[in-house]
T-cell receptor, first 111, second 113 residues
Framework: GESVGLHLPTLSVQEGDNSIINCAYS??????FIWYKQESGKGPQFIID?????DKRQGQRVTVLLNKTVKHLSLQIAATQPGDSAVYFC??????????FGIGTKLQVIP | GAVVSQHPSRVICKSGTSVKIECRSL??????MFWYRQFPKQSLMLMAT?????????EQGVEKDKFLINHASLTLSTLTVTSAHPEDSSFYIC?????????FGSGTRLTVV
């Protein structure tokens, strides 16, 4: 849904630690989920995706977990680096290819 | 990989004028493109789905007469903000689906003065 008037939640992590960003999605019929990274003034950048018939997928330094029972998605970033500082959005494909975005989380990496 | 080019990156216009934003798929064909709007410190809100050769599909609450979408070719969709007002100032982003997933443009910062 749209978070009009709210500031993005912020997660502060020490450099080198692991980060976990959580997301609750809204549509139980969504079949495909994506995590995006957005840096200030830029468009979203694809990080990792997962289909609804999976519960875990790993990429380079990133892992996405999907719990369809509670409609929850998480992104784990291993050994967080300063370059990981950005806003992270989960997105779900709802119908006819449409992708809708969650609220977003700002990740701040402390050197 | 798939590339989506969006222009202009920034535009300032006077209240009451119209502004056109272009979204091009550079190395793939896109029968469907999507337009989003993002206000500061908020998420991306889907405005409309642009369909090549047919009318766009608008999300609830989005004025189709104000946000004109044209998708005349398989590589180009345009969004025209008509009679722009300061409240239309926002970050507009396009997206297209392809073999690599959903690729986004770099966005257009519109400021209406």
């Amino acid at each position: 849904g749209e978070s009009v008037g709210l500031h993005l939640p912020t997660l502060s992590v020490q450099e080198g630690d692991n980060s976990i960003i959580n997301c609750a999605y809204s549509n139980s019929a969504s079949d495909y989920f994506i995590w995006y990274k957005q840096e200030s003034g830029k468009g979203p950048q694809f990080i990792i995706d997962i289909r609804s018939n999976m519960d875990k997928r790993q990429g380079q330094r990133v892992t996405v977990l999907l719990n369809k029972t509670v409609k929850h998605l998480s992104l784990q970033i291993a050994a967080t680096q300063p370059g990981d500082s950005a806003v992270y959005f989960c997105a779900e494909r709802t119908s006819y290819q449409k992708v809708t975005f969650g609220i977003g989380t700002k990740l701040q990496v402390i050197p | 990989g798939a590339v989506v080019s969006q222009h202009p990156s920034r535009v300032i216009c006077k209240s009451g004028t119209s502004v056109k934003i272009e979204c091009r798929s550079l190395d793939f064909q896109a029968t469907t493109m999507f337009w989003y709007r993002q206000f500061p410190k908020q998420s991306l809100m889907l405005m409309a789905t642009s369909n090549e050769g047919s009318k766009a599909t608008y999300e609830q609450g989005v004025e189709k007469d104000k946000f004109l979408i044209n998708h005349a070719s398989l590589t180009l969709s345009t969004l025209t903000v008509t009679s722009a007002h300061p409240e239309d100032s926002s970050f507009y982003i396009c997206s297209a689906n392809n073999n690599y997933g959903y690729t986004f443009g770099s966005g257009t910062r519109l400021t209406v003065v």
